[in-house]
């Protein structure tokens, strides 16, 4: 049997998920859901995201949420988080290894 279980967007704010995460995560599920997208946030990663938040804080959380979007979805992840959270956002990298 499958059964499909969604995102609860207010639980996600509840556990201390920042609104523009949670509005970015809305967006992209939405064009997941049309087929635009192969790849949308669920709570799982919103909730790493708020920890990464926490520990390091909002501009890296935002470039480890990016980095988590496979490669194909990469810079429609990158647009919905640079709509909501207003700034240039980069997926973390690592440098050339010597």
């Known amino acids: ?3 499909e279980v ?7 704010r509840h556990l201390g998920v920042p609104n523009p995460a949670v509005q970015a995560a809305i967006a ?3 064009d997941l859901a049309a087929g635009r997208v192969g ?3 669920q709570l799982r990663e919103l909730l790493g995201f708020a ?3 926490k520990t390091l804080g909002l ?6 949420l990016a980095g988590r979007a496979p ?9 919905a988080l640079r709509q909501q959270f207003g700034t240039d956002i980069t ?3 690592l440098g050339k290894q010597r």
């Open 1 to 3: 049997m499958h059964i």
């Open 6 to 12: 969604t995102t609860d967007w207010d639980l996600a």
């Open 28 to 30: 992209l599920n939405a």
């Open 39 to 41: 790849w949308a946030p």
């Open 51 to 53: 920890r990464v938040r």
């Open 59 to 64: 501009a890296p959380a935002v470039a480890n």
């Open 71 to 79: 490669a194909d979805d990469r810079e429609q992840v990158l647009a």
């Open 91 to 93: 997926a973390l990298t």
